[in-house]
């Protein structure tokens, strides 16, 4: 009885071990950027103003505000282009006046992060006004 609980304390002993290992490696990636114009992310409309947008997982996108408290969140998926992008950048899609938040690239990566939704809402508007895209760009910490 002893030999099991001694097996059984060493193995969870061993997946711990591996599960610190693994959340160590996992980088939550920061870009803290000023948008100089109202914005929409996840159907949710933010003023002009500093925030973050922090990437804890893979394909999952938060956005804090300036004091660092969620604002609203959305999931993502890939995004390649040919050449990577320097700095960190945001895309924004601008139809009919409303600025939409549709990709994220972090500095120094060929795959950038598209916003799930964003596609659908500004395909529809472009069939109502004409298409004009901005970006900001923004610095990590």
């Known amino acids: 009885m002893k030999l ?23 980088a939550t990636s920061v870009i803290k950027v000023n ?8 159907d949710k409309n933010f003023p002009a103003g500093d925030y973050s947008l922090v990437q804890p ?5 938060v956005l804090r505000d300036a004091r660092g ?11 390649d282009v040919s050449t990577p992008v ?18 994220l690239w972090q500095g120094q990566d060929p795959a950038g992060q ?13 069939h109502h006004s004409e298409q004009a895209r901005e970006a900001a760009e923004g610095s990590q910490p």
């Open 4 to 26: 099991i609980g001694r097996t059984l304390t060493s193995l969870l002993l061993f997946v711990v071990y591996l599960g610190g290992i693994t959340y160590a490696q996992t």
């Open 35 to 42: 948008i100089p114009f109202e914005f929409n992310v996840a």
């Open 57 to 61: 997982m893979q394909h999952f996108l």
């Open 69 to 79: 408290r969620t604002v609203a969140s959305a999931f993502t998926s890939g995004v």
């Open 86 to 103: 320097v700095t960190p950048r945001l895309r924004f899609e601008s139809v009919g006046g409303l600025h939409v938040l549709t990709e």
């Open 114 to 126: 598209r916003l799930m939704g964003a596609k659908s809402r500004t395909t529809f508007a472009k």
